[in-house]
């Protein structure tokens, strides 16, 4: 899939686990934002990853989100994702 493993993907792509807190809260947001977005298990994904211990410099930090416009957003807290999300949606 094209949008994977890359820093211009289609849509916003979210890297997380199951059982991350800071993941299932990302999603709710996302999720309350109605906005569409790809979520990868880097659980279950060796080259997702991977792509996020090289993005956060060694660090399997979760979740890591990719945008569009090639920003990222590692950890991010709710306030964060969500001014994140209000400038993405008026962009898109």
């Given at each position: 899939m094209s949008d994977l493993y890359t820093y211009a993907?289609?849509?916003i792509v979210l890297y997380g686990t199951a059982?991350?807190?800071d993941c299932?809260?990302?999603?709710?947001v996302l999720n309350d934002n109605?906005?569409?977005y790809l979520d990868i298990?880097?659980?279950q994904d060796n080259m997702a990853a991977e792509f996020v211990i090289k993005h956060n410099r060694g660090y399997r930090s979760a979740p890591t989100i990719v945008?569009?416009?090639?920003?990222t957003l590692t950890e991010p807290d709710r306030a964060t994702l969500t001014?994140?999300?209000q400038t993405?949606?008026?962009t898109a």
């Open positions: 993907p289609g849509q059982a991350c807190g299932r809260r990302a999603r709710q109605k906005i569409n298990d880097i659980d945008f569009p416009d090639g920003s001014e994140k999300i993405y949606k008026t």
